[in-house]
Structure formats: structure tokens, C-alpha cells
């Protein structure tokens, strides 16, 4: 029998890892592709945005022009959400707890959001109330404004994180099963009682995480409400699109400093994703696993 | 006592199982409407648009040259950025799942930046970190290395926006490898090199292919992220979704519409052939991704 | 190949999962280590494998120290308690993947590969489904690719942990027929883990009977079954029933009353007697006697469970032949035929019986 191992020193590496040097080697290269495309990124946001002190960071956040963007980008937010989360939970209801034929199909048609993009989003409401449509014309002869205006912007905003919601529940709440609330409604439990105590606190930290990931998504939003908001400052810029005017103006330290605050915002998030999956991480376990 | 057995009936066709729990109706009726009004009447809008073009004039304006190329420097850069991704994205899966050191937890949550991270943000952040004067981009501008408003630069951010796919999607997946195949498979004489290109890296292969494809469908619908670093140069660094927003305000809407909807069949066939890839590997291997 | 453990420790962290112990197992011999979860015995068959390095000690393989080789180098046979079959791999590409991983040098071609590992199929009885995936079989057919394909590297010793654990009862009782047939005719070296009492006893030449990272006793089937070395063997293995006595003067007394059995020394210990081997034939005044509480029909016996005192004494369960009639308040005088005494757990020390005596 060959005695080359003999050659392997003192340890016998362990059957189900690799060697120290491979192990650091794989760490390394990992750390550095994170470090150039997440780290330096995120830390450059900061730099930029203080580059002329905390004040100027100040000026830029508190003009007026920014402070009408987060009105807006706060209005919508406070509409796109829970519609969403009415429809997610309505979604995932249906789908988790009941068998019906074209389930699969409908599930696809609530992923579909995730695959069109967002330019694309923003363009089928352009379509559809632009000048060209079939009720642009009659819209705009009563004065509905829903293209460059508010209106566009929220439906353009619900379009893109429709999915977020229900795509948290589903999974979680097939994991759970029908058991609970069965059991529940043979207690002599109505359908809304079972809801409210038993179907809502199993699924609080999934919802309450569906809910995170759409709020970012519905403040950060580009693309679609890029097409449809028609830039008017003060009136229809939200904040990623303020970011945009000012970065187009040169104005880059107060592009930076209104940026600054998003990231701070995909912080939070990133922050309180983090705390409920150390938690709640059973919980959630479903949810991980799509 | 005097009704008779019921005879046997022939299966009926019945929309849902019957069951006790309650609320079916109106929950179906919430979704049914909200997703018809909100996400498939608009998006049929660039069906009919596209009908009513007629196929001549659609194919003009979808095979006109500078879309064609916007179409293919969308398609193509998303494509390296998902190889790059499906690499670095599995390697970063690994470390996180396989080694135990300081900080896991923020290198993990740090994954999700770009989900979280608006992509407008990301765009100037890149922008300023790559362009000639920035702080990486000053490190390779001697190399004579251009990144920003260059194919590179489109290249870099479609990664940035596409990682987590692929770490979220096979990060799972490598948890629940069992360890005893490792074992097993080094009871019979594989080295840790094979255990891993053999045994582990195949087993995740539906996962991998997961990944990628949904990076790519992002990377090939990305604006936000994109425009700032790109440069937006036609038939060089002009992306598909741009093109469409240039569309849209020169309000020629057809050609908005005729490009919008080459994206969607494409991006379509791709969402088809994910669901394939899945629907095959959980026949065969008795697993989903 | 002979596979010899010499003072083999193992520690995780502070817990020690063996301690010092030392075993020889002979070529071509089919040895269950068997014991309640948490003995060790899983721990021990991942030493021998070389998935575990000992803290300890050493292991043995003919003369060869094995602590030497990696476990790739070792050809050992393992096949896993959940089977750990590659499921992306067909059956055959699972069986040939030992082979298709050797050095280039010593490794066959890949039509003898494909020879061999279908020439192993045909051997676990599962010719034809080479081109099936892992999750196209049922659990027993799991079982036996899993073990063509520890098979095929052509191990030096075969390792089993829990090897029909998952497994239906009636898959069980198949696949262990087999197995022993399979050893029989291979002839490898052989050790399985298991749980099961029945399963080892049935199966193996030796049992090694493990407790609390200690081996208890190794002996043959009959010997761990008749002399139990200790009182864990005793109360792990078979039906046992355990009272508390006390003797002097040569004489074993139960609560004050003689049993008409004789022992030296003197103290507290414990006697320790299978239900069924008791005889009703006792002097006046001496034996074990206790009224009857309840019986119930166990195969061809019927049990009976006698309360040895007024109102709380102990209670025993006595085997006594079905014909026989009894009914709740009855006396029964009886006294153990096959017996053993142990030291009171406190000074359980040595684990060695007192005195063994056959009346």
C-alpha cells in the first residue's frame, strides 16, 4: 500500500473541509469581491455626501426641493404598502390554505412584477392613460391627472412591489399547514376570530418582514416612477429621482447627501431584517428557503 | 335511516377541494381583482399596442439597428455579470455557510445591500467609485483600464444589482447539504477536491442555474444602477431599458412598446425555462431548489 | 483484516464519548456494537472509519497503525445510517464513484468500472435499475445501493451505522437475512451499529454492548444473553426483573425473608433473574411469595406481576405456563432458578457480580 500520506505531517485533515490554506485562500477572495462591490460602494456614498462638512450635507437635505421629495416619496410609500399588504395576505390565504386547479399559474402571475423591468413597469401605465390610450383622452378632458402626477407614481410604485408581500407568506404559510385553524374553527372559532388569533400571530414576523423589504423597495424605486413622474421639482420627484436631477446638475454633493439618507434607510433595513431572522429565525425558516 | 346509499358518482369537476376553512371566496375575489387591475391589464396594454402596430411595422421597429444593439449590450452584459456572479456568488455562499468567523452576520446581511439599497444610489456610487477620478478607478486609470461610460461599467453594476440571487438562492440549499454524503464520499477515496467538484457543486447545480437565471432577468431589465456609470453612448454602452425611457420622451411610443415587448418574450422564456429546470430537477432528484 | 482498539479514548470538548477501551475484532467476523443512544457506539464505529480522529489510543488496521491515513486512504466500507446516496448520480454512477475517484494510476478503466458496478448490482439483487435516481427507489433498495457502493471500493473492513433504522420492520427482518448472507459470502470483516437488541443478537457472531462510552461486555450472542457481565447487560438485554436484597450468613434475604438461595459475603446488592426462568418448587418458609395484581397472555406464557409485600412491597413479573389458571389474589411462591447478584448501584465499582450461583 502507498505510504505517501506519511508525508502529511502531524494533522489529518478532516474529512469534510478543506485545508487551512484552501479555507483562507476562499475567505479571502470572498471578502475582497464583497469589499469591491458592496463595502467601497456603500462607504463612498458617505464620503461623497460629507465631503464639504455636515453642513452643506444639512443645506442639501433641509432645501426645499428635497424636503417636498420625501413628502412624496414618504405619501407614496404610506399608499403603495399597505395595499400590498392587503393583497399579499389575501394572496397567500387563498393560495396556502386552500387546494384549487391553477394554483401554480397564479403564483407565477404574482412573480411576474419581478421579471419585467422597471422602465417597462413605469411604461405600461404610459400606455394606458398616456395621450395615445383609450381613456387618456377622456381623463385628461375631465381633468384627472394620472401620468406625471401622484396617481402615477403610486400605481407605477404598487406595480413594482407587488410580489414582496405575498411572496414572504406563501411559503410560510403552506409550511404551517390548515391544522391550526381547523382545530381553531372546531373550537367554535369564526373564520375572522381564526384569522385575527390564530393565523396572524403564526405569521407576524414573516408578514412584518414582507412588509420591510417592501417599504424599501417601494422608497427606492427608479425606474418605474422615472417614466411615469415626469421630473417636476417640488411636485413629482421623489427622493431616488431627486438624487438623479441634482447628480445631473453637478450637484454632487447634495446628489450624495439625499443618497446618504436612502442608504441610511437600506441600513435600517438591512439592520432589522437581520435582528428578525436571528430572533424569529424558525419563524422565518420557510420564508428563507424560496 | 330509510334515505339509501348514495350511488357512486363520477368525479366532479370542482374548482377547489371542498374544506371547512372559510374565507376562500373573498380572498380569491382580493387577489383575482387586484392582480388583474393592477398588473394584467396594464401589462397587456403592450400586447395590444404591439397587435395593433401590425407585424411589419413591429418587426421594423424591433429589428431597427440601434435597438438591436441596445437588446444585445443589455443581454450581453447581463450575461457576463451572471457568470461573474454565479462564481463569486457560490463562493460567497460557501464561506458563509462552511467557515465560522467574526462578523458572519454583517458579511451576511451586507449581502442584501443591493435589495435594499435603492439602485439610483447604487448607480452614482459605483459611478464615483469607478470613473477615472474615483477611488478604485484612479488605481486602474495608469493600467489603462476604463470602466465607467464604457460596457465594463454596465458590466460592473449589473453584478452589483445580481449578486444576492444568486447567494440567496444557493445558500439554502448548501446548508441542507447533508453531511454525510461529504463523508461518505471520502470514505470512498475522494479527495476533498473531487468531494467538492463531484459530490457538492453538482448536487447544487438546479440551485446554481436558479441563480443565474434570475441575475440575468434583472440584469437584462436594470436602469436605475445602470445609467449613471454606462455613459449611455449608442451601439457602445446604450441599454435596452434606456432606450425605451428615450423612446417614451421623444413620445414615440410604438418603438417604446416594440422594444418593451422583445424584452418580455425573451425575459418570458427565461422564466419558463427556470420553472423547467425545476420542475425536472424535483422529478428526478425528489428535491426542489 | 483484523481491526484491534487499543485504549481508545474520545473527548468533544469536555464531554468525554469514550472513555479508554480496548477491543479485537477478528478477520471475517460479524460484530454488532449495540447500545442504548448516547453510548458511544456511533462514535466509536466513526473512529474505526477515521471520520473522528481519537482523542486516545489507537487504531489498528491488521498491523498497520491507522492513524496514519486519512480517511481516503483507509477503504473502509461505511455506509451511512441515511444511506447519504449522491442524489444528483444514478444508481450506477453511485456505485462506480469510488472506483472513478482513484488515482489515475490504480484506477480501471471505465468499462471495467461499469463491469464491476454492475456485476455489484446483480450481487444486492438490483439488476436493471443502474440508470434510476437515488429518489426513484424505495428505502431497502436505498439500503443495498448504499452498501454495493461501500462494496465496490473493495473495503477492508465494512462499516454499518444503524444500518435498518429507517427501514419498515418487515424490510428489516428481509434485509437482515441478507446481510448475513451477504457477510457469509463475502466474507469482509463486518461491524454494524444498532439499538436493537433483537437485530444484534440475531445477527452477529460477537456483540460488543455499550454504556455511557464504556464497553460493558463482548462476548457471543448465548454469553451476553447468559452471563451478562454486568448489571446494565443484564437489564439491557432480555427481560429482567431486579430486587433489592440482602445478604449474610451465606443467605440471601428479601425484605427479612430467606429466598432459599445461598451467596457469600454480606451487605445490600441486587438480584438479578429473567421472568421466565423461576421454579413454584420452594421449601416452607423460604422463596419469594406475593399475591397476584394483575396477568396478562404473552405468546406461549402468561405474565403474571406479583406484589411481594402487604401493601407497597415491590413488585416482580413472573413467567408462569399459559394452561395454568390464576386470578387476581392469589399467592404465588416461587424462587429464581438462574440468578445473579450485583453490587447496589452506589457501590457499583467493578460492574462484577458478587457471586454467580445456579441452584
Known amino acids: ?290 | 335511516m330509510g334515505t339509501p346509499a348514495p350511488a357512486v358518482r363520477a368525479p366532479v369537476w370542482r374548482f377547489r377541494k371542498p374544506g371547512i376553512i372559510p374565507g376562500f371566496r373573498l380572498a380569491m375575489t382580493v387577489t383575482l381583482v387586484w392582480l388583474v387591475v393592477m398588473i394584467l391589464v396594464p401589462l397587456s396594454g403592450i400586447f395590444f399596442q404591439s397587435a395593433s402596430l401590425g407585424w411589419e411595422k413591429f418587426a421594423a421597429l424591433a429589428m431597427d439597428r440601434r435597438t438591436l444593439a441596445a437588446l444585445g449590450i443589455s443581454f450581453s452584459s447581463a450575461f457576463i455579470a451572471a457568470l461573474v456572479n454565479l462564481v463569486f456568488g457560490t463562493l460567497v455562499a460557501w464561506v458563509l455557510v462552511r467557515y465560522r468567523f467574526p462578523g458572519r452576520r454583517v458579511v451576511d446581511a451586507l449581502v442584501d445591500l443591493p435589495f435594499a439599497l435603492p439602485t439610483a444610489v447604487a448607480g452614482i456610487a459605483l459611478t464615483a467609485l469607478y470613473a477615472p477620478n474615483g477611488w478604485v478607478g484612479g488605481l486602474l486609470e495608469p493600467l489603462g483600464i476604463r470602466i465607467s461610460y464604457t460596457q465594463a461599467g454596465i458590466v460592473l453594476a449589473l453584478i452589483f444589482v445580481g449578486l444576492p440571487f444568486v447567494v440567496r438562492t444557493v445558500q439554502p440549499v448548501m446548508e441542507e447539504i447533508d453531511k454525510e454524503v461529504e463523508e461518505a464520499s471520502a470514505t470512498l477515496g475522494a479527495g476533498r477536491f473531487q468531494t467538492v467538484a463531484r459530490v457538492l457543486l453538482p448536487s447544487l447545480t438546479p440551485a446554481l442555474l436558479t441563480g443565474f437565471a434570475l441575475a440575468l432577468a434583472r440584469g437584462v431589465g436594470e436602469y436605475g444602477s445602470v445609467i449613471f456609470i454606462a455613459g449611455n453612448i449608442p451601439y457602445a454602452s446604450e441599454i435596452a431599458p434606456l432606450l425605451i425611457v428615450i423612446r417614451l420622451e421623444e413620445f414615440n411610443y410604438p418603438a417604446a412598446t416594440a422594444i418593451a415587448a422583445m424584452m418580455l418574450a425573451i425575459s418570458f422564456s427565461m422564466l419558463l425555462l427556470i420553472n423547467w429546470v425545476q420542475a425536472r430537477s424535483r422529478k428526478r432528484y425528489g428535491h426542489a431548489v | 483484516m483484523d481491526v484491534t482498539l487499543r485504549k481508545i479514548a474520545k473527548e468533544f470538548g469536555s464531554t468525554a464519548a469514550l472513555h479508554e477501551l480496548s477491543l479485537d475484532i477478528r478477520s471475517g467476523e460479524l460484530i454488532a456494537l449495540l447500545g442504548p443512544s448516547g453510548s458511544g457506539k456511533t462514535t466509536l464505529l466513526r473512529l474505526i472509519a477515521g471520520l473522528e480522529t481519537p482523542s486516545a489510543g489507537t487504531v489498528m488496521f491488521g498491523e498497520e497503525d491507522a492513524a496514519r491515513r486519512p480517511v481516503q486512504d483507509r477503504r473502509v466500507g461505511f455506509v451511512f445510517q441515511h444511506y447519504a446516496l449522491f442524489r444528483h448520480m444514478t444508481v450506477l454512477e453511485n456505485v462506480s464513484f469510488g472506483l472513478s475517484v482513484r488515482p489515475r494510476a490504480s484506477r480501471p478503466t471505465a468499462s471495467e468500472t461499469r463491469r464491476r458496478a454492475l456485476e455489484l448490482l446483480d450481487f444486492v439483487q438490483l439488476p436493471g435499475l443502474g440508470g434510476r435516481y437515488p429518489a426513484q427507489l424505495s428505502g431497502g433498495q436505498r439500503q443495498r445501493v448504499a452498501l454495493a457502493r461501500a462494496l465496490a471500493i473493495e473495503p477492508r473492513v465494512l462499516l454499518l451505522d444503524e444500518p435498518f433504522g429507517a427501514l419498515d420492520a418487515q424490510v428489516r427482518r428481509d434485509l437482515r437475512r441478507w446481510l448475513r448472507e451477504v457477510h457469509d459470502r463475502t466474507g469482509h470483516t463486518t461491524i454494524f451499529v444498532t439499538h436493537d437488541q433483537e437485530e444484534a443478537m440475531e445477527l452477529a457472531d460477537r456483540v460488543v454492548v455499550m454504556s455511557q462510552g464504556r464497553i460493558e461486555q463482548v462476548g457471543t450472542p448465548d454469553e451476553i444473553h447468559d452471563a451478562p457481565a454486568s448489571a446494565f447487560v443484564h437489564g439491557f438485554i432480555g427481560e429482567s426483573v431486579k430486587l433489592p436484597v440482602e445478604i449474610g450468613q451465606g443467605i440471601i434475604r428479601h425484605a427479612g425473608r430467606p429466598l432459599g438461595l445461598r451467596a457469600h459475603g454480606r451487605g445490600a446488592s441486587t438480584l438479578y433473574f429473567r421472568p421466565h426462568e423461576i421454579s413454584r418448587i420452594v421449601s416452607p418458609g423460604e422463596g419469594l411469595s406475593g399475591t397476584v395484581v394483575s396477568y396478562r397472555r404473552v405468546g406461549g406464557l402468561r405474565r403474571v406481576e406479583l406484589a411481594l409485600g402487604p401493601d407497597d412491597g415491590e413488585r416482580v413479573e413472573i413467567d408462569i405456563p399459559a394452561g395454568e389458571q390464576v386470578s387476581t389474589g392469589d399467592t404465588i411462591t416461587f424462587r429464581p432458578t438462574n440468578w445473579r447478584l450485583y453490587p447496589e448501584p452506589a457501590a457499583d465499582e467493578g460492574h462484577r457480580p458478587l457471586e454467580v450461583k445456579y441452584a
Open chain 1, 1 to 290: 500500500m502507498p505510504s505517501d500520506t506519511l508525508a502529511l505531517g502531524a494533522g489529518i485533515p478532516a474529512p469534510t473541509t478543506e485545508a487551512p490554506w484552501a479555507r483562507r485562500a476562499l475567505m479571502l477572495a470572498a471578502f475582497g469581491f464583497l469589499a469591491l462591490f458592496l463595502a467601497l460602494p456603500l462607504a463612498s456614498v458617505f464620503t461623497e455626501a460629507f465631503r464639504q462638512g455636515p453642513a452643506a450635507w444639512l443645506a442639501a437635505l433641509t432645501e426645499p426641493d428635497a424636503l417636498a421629495a420625501m413628502r412624496l416619496t414618504l405619501t407614496v410609500t404610506a399608499i403603495a404598502v399597505p395595499a400590498n399588504v392587503v393583497f399579499g395576505v389575501a394572496a397567500a390565504w387563498a393560495i396556502a390554505k386552500f387546494e384549487f386547479r391553477g394554483k401554480a399559474l397564479l403564483i407565477s402571475l404574482i412573480d411576474l412584477p419581478f421579471s419585467v423591468s422597471p422602465v417597462i413597469s413605469g411604461l405600461v401605465y404610459v400606455l394606458l392613460f398616456g395621450s395615445g390610450s383609450l381613456i387618456g383622452p377622456w381623463l385628461a378632458h375631465h381633468g384627472v391627472e394620472i401620468l406625471f402626477a401622484v396617481p402615477g407614481i403610486v400605481l407605477a410604485t404598487i406595480f413594482v412591489t407587488f410580489p414582496f408581500v405575498a411572496r414572504e407568506l406563501i411559503p410560510l404559510m403552506q409550511d404551517q399547514g390548515t391544522t391550526e385553524e381547523e382545530a381553531a374553527l372546531s373550537l367554535g372559532a369564526s373564520g375572522w376570530q381564526t384569522f385575527r388569533r390564530v393565523t396572524l400571530p403564526n405569521i407576524r414576523w414573516g408578514l412584518l418582514y414582507g412588509v420591510l423589504l417592501c417599504t424599501a423597495r417601494a422608497m427606492g424605486e427608479f425606474g418605474a416612477v422615472s417614466v411615469v413622474s415626469g421630473h417636476i421639482r417640488g411636485e413629482t420627484n421623489t427622493m431616488p429621482l431627486h438624487v438623479e436631477i441634482l447628480y445631473n446638475e453637478y450637484n454632487f454633493v447634495a446628489a450624495f447627501a439625499v443618497a446618504s439618507l436612502l442608504a441610511c434607510l437600506a441600513l435600517v433595513t438591512l439592520t432589522v431584517k437581520t435582528l428578525l431572522e436571528i430572533r424569529y429565525g424558525a419563524a422565518l425558516a420557510a420564508t428563507r428557503k424560496h
